[in-house]
Nanobody, 131 residues
């Protein structure tokens, strides 16, 4: 079992920055550095959408269109922490942000955008951006 806990959300003005953190604990049948770790977000009335993914073994990252050029995903294996640095925030980024973990294959193009492919989820942290 993997347990996830997000923190770092808050309210900022447009153009501001936030850094989200996710504590990752527990274990699976897969080596921990091969797991697919991701950030998703969900705004009221909208579907949950992918923000970015990472596999820490080779620092293989992927950013969905909403994040490209503004958000950076990273993982500190020594601390078992997943991060999302968000710069240039806009009101459209307002959402609940979730960290998620899935088996290695989840980070491939076939599966990474599909929330149901991720086995473990945190409770989420709210990000609100005002204009």
């Amino acid at each position: 079992q993997v347990r996830l806990a997000e923190s770092g959300g808050g309210s900022v003005q447009a153009g501001g920055s936030l850094k989200l953190s996710c504590t990752v604990s527990g274990s699976t049948v897969y080596p921990s550095d091969t797991l697919c770790m991701a950030w998703f977000r969900q705004a009221p009335g909208k579907e949950r959408e992918g923000v970015a993914t990472i596999i820490s073994r080779d620092n293989n990252t992927y950013s969905f269109d909403s994040a490209k050029g503004r958000f950076t995903i990273s993982h500190d294996s020594s601390k078992n922490m997943l991060y999302l640095q968000m710069n240039g925030l806009q009101p459209g980024d307002t959402a609940m942000y979730y960290c998620a973990v899935g088996p290695p294959r989840t980070c491939t193009s076939w599966y990474r955008a599909t929330p149901t492919e991720y086995n473990w989820w945190g409770q989420g942290t709210q990000v609100t951006v005002s204009s």
